[in-house]
């Protein structure tokens, strides 16, 4: 099945810091999306993009799916963006939501 | 749209005993999905429906669990009998097509 990696497994940012969370997979995706999982455990769909570009607000996402990595740019990080960040990502032929989810990025944003 | 519901939000039971998580998906979606999470092995799929009909049950651990859509505002995961290694949180999604999936706030299931 397909592999998929996320980097940096933990992160520490101070308040207002600006960062990029990697998602690599290993095989062609018909779906790609990314998830801000809360420090009280509730899963947030952040952006479906299986390719291009998204902005929403302080968030953007690029997927290249050609090159099989997807990016979550975080920029003037605040307190309330600490969680775990998922990448999940939807195999060819399957259905659009079957997805088969990464280890996370652990994100500490500190005051 | 309320999201999706779940319930319980916590469940403690003794081993051996039989264990019912409730969904409910948002309004309009035809896909539900039930995944589990757990420190060593992550979020992973156990079952999916669409249209209230199961689709791909592979990722059910074994056959104490069981699951069910008896209609399009409505599922059931089912754990008979429970046991200690089944303690997990428990997400129930919903979407609708080519759309995002939406997660309810999961169920805690401890067994001792």
């Known amino acids: 099945g397909i592999q998929v990696e996320q980097s940096p497994p933990d992160l520490i940012l101070q308040e207002g810091a600006n960062s990029t969370l990697r998602c690599n997979f290993s095989?062609?995706?018909?779906?790609l999306q990314w998830f801000h999982q809360n420090p009280w455990g509730q899963l947030i769909n952040l952006f479906y993009?299986?390719?291009g570009t998204k902005q929403n607000g302080r968030l953007s996402a690029t997927t290249v799916a050609t090159e099989r990595y997807s990016l979550l740019y975080i920029s003037s990080s605040q307190t309330t963006d600490s969680g775990v960040y998922f990448c999940a990502v939807g195999a060819p032929g399957g259905a659009t939501n079957k997805l088969i989810f990464g280890t996370g990025t652990l994100l500490a944003a500190q005051p | 749209d309320a999201g999706v519901i779940q319930s319980p939000r916590h469940e403690v039971t003794e081993m051996g005993q039989e264990v019912t998580l409730r969904c409910k998906p948002i309004?309009?979606?035809?896909?539900l999905f039930w995944y589990r999470q757990t420190m060593m092995r992550g979020l992973e799929l156990l079952i999916y429906?669409?249209?209230?009909?199961?689709?791909?049950d592979s990722g059910m651990p074994e056959d104490r669990f069981s699951a069910k859509m008896p209609n399009a505002s409505f599922s059931t995961l089912k754990i008979q009998p429970s046991e200690p290694r089944d303690s997990a949180v428990y997400f129930c999604?919903?979407?609708?097509?080519?759309?995002?999936?939406?997660f309810g706030n999961g169920t805690r299931l401890t067994v001792t």
């Open positions: 309004s309009g979606h035809n896909s």
């Open positions: 993009i299986p390719s």
């Open positions: 095989d062609s995706v018909n779906n």
């Open positions: 429906f669409n249209n209230n009909v199961p689709i791909d």
């Open positions: 999604a919903s979407s609708s097509g080519y759309s995002p999936l939406h």
